[in-house]
């Protein structure tokens, strides 16, 4: 029995140690990319026999005695960090939503769900991956043949890309434009179009009057690096300058490489006025070709790859995962949580804000930590105060029975 009068000052001293040593945790990641602060909470431990209220009535108490204190850690996860812009492409961070979490996996294929957004690549084998700072593969919906459609199952994200990405042919055209009406006995009309290897040469439309005849062009084709022929040899006009036929016309394309392509050309806009030959207007559905540039995340958490003709091909998109009870995500380990049977059902969040090239920072205040750290230090103090002077009782309890 006399042992335990120590007890209340040994676990005491227990406790207030432990929450010494998450001060020190947390003020040690103090810079730790989405560090969530730790904080040690008490609780009472009590003995086995009941406090009786009074003898005499036969009522007792359900409160029993207090031998000590116990204590538990508590993770502010919902609390938000300040978020901080990095620079680097691959860096993203979640603001406006606090159940929210970056979905990591490790080479066993167990999950973990984190605030820390600073990932980076590494390749494997040939393959390279999207991965966290601690070397877990960032989960995501890969998109299909590089474009706005996402699949429905996460999995890896793997950047993999084409270097370049070739011209798109031209196969329909529209050109606006006048054909002087007098004054000129030829008149040309350039426009650029595109085909599988040819990343943009200039299609010359000639018009040439036919002799003997009112409002009457032959019309001809010539191209750069190939020939170009039309279905159609001559173009007339009406009197007040209105195209009467063709209104559209094939133009097909022989390259000197040997490849081809037929291009719809719509002409109904070209009049024949008195003035100049402007070209006011040329549209055509081709497109040149493009280098890789840069690859990043964006806002809406699509990894991608962008190219000198402005062209975008996506990798995958963020799989950012909610719960119906996230502050109930057991810690693992430094950033990263697991869920459990206390979490609830997982879902994929559309909520909240991305902010790409953006860091969330550690919720931890050094103020806040110091001031606890006093605090702890002063119970440690009464509870090692309180051992001595048990210590001391016992000791001339027991010189009186010598």
């Not at 650029?192 to 000639?206: F, K, P, R, S, V």
């Not at 009406?238 to 719809?264: C, F, T």
């Not at 991305?354 to 230090?377: G, N, R």
């Amino acid at each position: 029995m006399a042992l335990s009068m120590f007890i209340p000052s040994i676990t005491g001293m227990d406790a207030q140690s432990h929450a010494l040593s998450q001060v020190s945790t947390n003020i040690a990641n103090i810079n730790t990319v989405g560090y969530k602060a730790n904080q040690t909470m008490f609780y009472s431990l009590l003995g086995s026999n009941p406090v009786v209220k009074s003898q005499n009535s036969g009522l007792t108490s359900s409160r029993t005695d207090i031998t000590g204190v116990g204590y538990y850690d508590r993770t502010n996860i919902l609390d938000q960090g300040v978020i901080q812009t990095t620079g680097n492409n691959y860096d993203v961070a979640i603001n406006g939503n606090d159940n929210a979490f970056f979905m990591l996996q490790d080479a066993y294929g167990d999950v973990y769900y984190s605030r820390a957004g600073d990932f980076a690549t590494r390749t494997e084998n040939g393959v390279t991956y999207l991965v966290s700072s601690g070397g877990l593969k960032v989960q995501g919906f890969p998109a299909q043949d590089g474009g706005d459609v996402f699949g429905a199952d996460p999995q890896d994200i793997v950047i993999e890309y084409p270097e370049s990405i070739p011209p798109i042919p031209t196969t329909e055209a529209t050109i606006t434009a006048n054909v002087p009406a007098s004054d000129v006995e030829s008149s040309s009309y350039a426009m650029t179009i595109y085909g599988e290897t040819h990343d943009g040469a200039t299609l010359n439309m000639i018009f040439k009057k036919v002799e003997g005849l009112q409002n009457t062009w032959d019309l001809s084709f010539s191209v750069e690096g190939g020939t170009a022929s039309g279905s159609v040899g001559q173009v007339t006009f009406s009197p007040d300058g209105q195209l009467l036929e063709p209104k559209v016309l094939d133009v097909s394309i022989a390259w000197d490489d040997g490849d081809s392509n037929n291009i719809h050309l719509d002409i109904s806009n070209m009049t024949q006025y008195a003035g100049g030959t402007g070209v006011t207007h040329v549209q055509q559905n081709g497109a040149e070709g493009g280098n890789f540039v840069e690859s990043f995340i964006d806002e809406d958490g699509v990894v991608k790859a962008t190219y000198t003709n402005g062209d975008t091909y996506n990798f995958a998109k963020l799989a950012i995962v909610g719960f119906a009870s996230p502050e109930n995500l057991t810690p693992y380990n430094g950033t990263l949580f697991e869920a459990n049977a206390d979490t609830g059902e997982s879902y994929y969040a559309t909520g909240g804000t991305l902010v790409p090239q953006a860091l969330e920072s550690s919720t931890v205040d050094v103020e806040t930590e110091f001031s606890t750290m006093m605090m702890v230090q002063r119970a440690y103090a009464l509870n090692a105060n309180s051992f001595t002077v048990n210590d001391e009782m016992l000791q001339q309890l027991v010189d009186l029975k010598t």
